[in-house]
């Protein structure tokens, strides 16, 4: 347990540096990282509310990413049962690529361009909640649009849904949809080393290779967004997709597992919900340019809310959870050199530690730096760092598995060469 200053910000707030359109969207989008655990109350009934109570919710699913269509509806179906969602007003759309091999008498492969049929549009009307399943994004954008790029009648009526005050939500491939443009594939360290990739024709785009931009359904409107973020290294790949769209896009949200960030259109508010977070990026004053063919990128700033933060879209401010404290004057940690490897390779030093245990709680520093090899000698050197904006807020657990809120620090990645010495 640790000791407090008297006087600390209950309800300290950044003015961030971009913003987005006022006319927004009145939906509400709920975006999940992947990974949506039956028992995950906070979600589960934060969109069942927005959707219009247990009583009056009407989902409609579509099962388009998966590869085991049926299966996704099941599943999903008997959680929102198990939330008192009436099993009358939970509808399959069956629109998807793929055959699921547990149904021995359907073959939803058939079900390929349903997305035309006006009866399904109709009901998707009807519903207050879209649900996207997980799976693969690329087949939910194949099987929504006709030929020649235009929307069928059932993803017109999934907008008409989302601009008339409904629901629209998503996990892992249903969340990567919301944006456009959309991350398709692809991970950190491949985006570092390869960059951004438009124009991939074939079908299963290779991790390493880069990372795949290609177009999404575009829901959410202030910004990227990318799921499975710090359980699966991501934050380079987004970082470098961001930076490629810098003339259009300057905010990136990266959501965590089992974790939702939530658009209000109505409160014009995002906030978080679930176990785990959701990292902010903030390109406007990143810089990014090319040292032997590699990237080096400069100035990004990065926030990080959690459970009950809330971003203000009108004001562009970060407002922590009511209880949570200040980092400053209170750090719990003394350790001057938090210095750690391989951080996009998904070890246990991951992104989260760094940026609170070893920084903004850390009352010895104010940089942390992370090496990630790329070969025998070489790597990219990523360096967080506070600012006279960083601020830190946390929940004290007698656990010691503080909560925490991370506002406005900078990361930089740069490519370096590196020389080992053995000692004598």
């Known amino acids: 347990m640790r000791k407090f200053n008297t006087v600390f910000?209950?309800?300290?707030?950044?003015?961030?540096?971009?913003?987005?359109?006022?006319?927004?969207?009145?939906?509400?989008?709920?975006?999940?990282?992947?990974?949506?655990?039956?028992?995950?109350?906070?979600?589960?009934?934060?969109?069942?509310?927005?959707?219009?109570?247990?009583?009056?919710?009407?989902?409609?699913?579509?099962?388009?990413?998966?590869?085991?269509?049926?299966?996704?509806?099941?599943?999903?179906?008997s959680e929102l049962i198990s939330y008192g969602v009436k099993p009358e007003n939970i509808h399959l759309i069956p629109i998807a690529m793929a055959d699921d091999d547990s149904t021995k008498n359907i073959d939803e492969s058939t079900?390929?361009?349903?997305?035309?049929?006006?009866?399904?549009?109709?009901?998707?009307?009807?519903?207050?909640?879209?649900?996207?399943?997980?799976?693969?994004?690329?087949?939910?954008?194949?099987?929504?649009?006709?030929?020649?790029?235009?929307?069928?009648?059932?993803?017109?009526?999934?907008?008409?849904?989302?601009?008339?005050?409904?629901?629209?939500?998503?996990?892992?491939?249903?969340?990567?949809i919301m944006s456009e443009p959309m991350i398709g594939a692809g991970n950190s360290m491949g985006?570092?080393?390869?960059?951004?990739?438009?124009?991939?024709?074939?079908?299963?785009?290779?991790?390493?290779?880069?990372?795949?931009?290609?177009?999404?359904?575009?829901?959410?409107?202030?910004?990227?967004?990318?799921?499975?973020?710090?359980?699966?290294?991501?934050?380079?790949?987004?970082?470098?997709?961001?930076?490629?769209?810098?003339?259009?896009?300057n905010l990136g949200f990266g959501v965590d597992e089992n974790t939702a960030l939530i658009y209000n259109g109505k409160l014009k508010t995002l906030k978080v919900a679930g176990a785990a977070g959701v990292t902010m990026i903030n390109t406007t004053d990143a810089t990014i340019s090319q040292v032997q063919n590699l990237p080096l990128i400069k100035n990004v700033t990065i926030s990080y809310l959690d459970e009950g933060d809330v971003y203000d879209i009108s004001t562009k401010k970060i407002i922590p959870a009511e209880g949570k404290k200040s980092t400053i004057g209170n750090e719990f940690y003394n350790v001057s050199n938090p210095a750690q490897a391989g951080m996009f390779s998904g070890s246990a030093t991951n992104f989260l530690n760094l940026i609170t245990v070893n920084l903004i709680d850390n009352m010895a520093v104010n940089k942390v730096s992370n090496l990630n090899f790329t070969g025998a000698d070489a790597g990219f050197l990523?360096?967080?760092?506070?600012?006279?904006?960083?601020?830190?807020?946390?929940?004290?657990k007698p656990t010691g598995k503080d909560k925490y809120t991370v506002i406005g620090i900078r990361m930089d990645i740069e490519p370096v060469q590196i020389t080992t010495t053995p000692l004598k």
């Open 382 to 396: 990523v360096t967080f760092s506070k600012t006279p904006e960083s601020k830190g807020f946390f929940t004290d």
């Open 111 to 176: 079900w390929l361009n349903n997305a035309n049929d006006l009866k399904l549009a109709e009901m998707v009307r009807k519903s207050s909640c879209v649900w996207f399943s997980g799976g693969d994004q690329l087949r939910t954008m194949k099987t929504l649009h006709k030929a020649d790029g235009s929307k069928t009648p059932v993803l017109e009526a999934v907008w008409e849904v989302f601009r008339s005050g409904g629901v629209v939500g998503g996990t892992s491939a249903g969340a990567a």
């Open 9 to 77: 910000l209950l309800s300290l707030i950044l003015i961030l540096k971009s913003g987005y359109c006022q006319d927004l969207p009145k939906g509400s989008l709920v975006i999940v990282g992947g990974g949506l655990e039956p028992d995950n109350k906070s979600v589960f009934t934060q969109m069942i509310e927005l959707s219009g109570g247990p009583e009056k919710a009407v989902f409609s699913i579509i099962p388009s990413a998966s590869g085991v269509a049926t299966q996704t509806f099941v599943y999903f179906r």
């Open 191 to 249: 985006a570092l080393k390869h960059g951004v990739i438009t124009d991939y024709k074939g079908d299963d785009f290779p991790d390493s290779d880069g990372v795949l931009l290609t177009h999404g359904l575009g829901f959410f409107p202030l910004g990227m967004v990318d799921q499975h973020f710090n359980a699966r290294a991501r934050l380079a790949r987004l970082v470098m997709v961001m930076m490629h769209e810098k003339k259009t896009v």
